[in-house]
């Protein structure tokens, strides 16, 4: 099992639509969760952290399963701005600080 | 108040010679971390460092890659003798330490030729 999977996508949408981002992890000992968005050939930016209590940020909802090992993220009402490769992100568990990133996955929002 | 900040933006260099990244993390980071993006991949760790220590090196190559974060001074990601795999985009993040998440530099495109 890899240790960041997320959907392959690619995700196509119309303006205004909600679409939904799934990831699981592999290590139960992760610590932190992060979604990152990376526009093309551009660096990752953070999107949100993720508590266990899910969170909201306008927008944007993320929500984290522990039990499941499971992280998601909502996007509502999709903007063309919204247009983006979304970064599903772990860091370890312990001492290990690294983190992990999934290989993302596409969304286009269309007008 | 600077990001990260990454020099230079693009580096070509011909098979054989060697490539040097900087990486200047944020004020107030002292963690620094180097990934490598291959096109239409995604990012892969590489080497995690806080001042003058390599904390985790296990996503780096066994030969012709190092990496120091000194006391003074940027981080610097070396590789000798490059090779056309080596051609990526490179990646400098630094944080806080802990939980804080990672914040970015814009990137060295490398080409090899």
């Known amino acids: 099992r890899k240790e960041v999977e997320q959907d392959p996508g690619p995700f196509n949408v119309p303006e205004g639509a909600t679409v939904a981002f799934n990831c699981t992890y592999s290590n139960s000992a992760s610590q932190s969760f992060f979604w990152y968005r990376q526009d093309c050939r551009k660096e990752p930016k953070l999107l949100m952290s993720v508590y266990s209590s899910g969170n909201e940020d306008g927008r944007f909802t993320a929500q984290l399963n522990r039990a499941s090992q499971y992280i998601s993220l909502l996007i509502r009402d999709s903007k063309l701005s919204d247009s983006a490769t979304y970064l599903c992100v772990v860091r370890g568990g312990g001492s290990n600080y690294k983190l992990t990133f999934g290989k993302g996955t596409l969304l286009t929002v269309n007008p | 108040n600077a990001g990260v900040m990454q020099n230079p933006r693009h580096l070509v260099r011909r098979r054989g010679q060697e490539a040097r990244l900087r990486c200047s993390p944020m004020k107030g980071h002292s963690h620094v971390y180097w990934y490598r993006q291959l096109p239409e991949e995604g990012l892969k760790f590489m080497v995690y460092l806080q001042k003058e220590n390599i904390i985790d090196e296990s996503g780096m190559p066994k030969e012709r890659f190092s990496a120091e974060f000194p006391k003074e001074g940027p981080s610097i990601l070396r590789i000798q003798q490059v090779v056309r795999g080596d051609s990526a985009a490179y990646f400098c993040?630094?944080?806080?330490?802990?939980?804080?998440?990672?914040?970015f530099g814009n990137g060295t495109r490398l080409t090899v030729t």
């Open positions: 993040a630094s944080s806080r330490g802990g939980n804080s998440p990672l914040h």
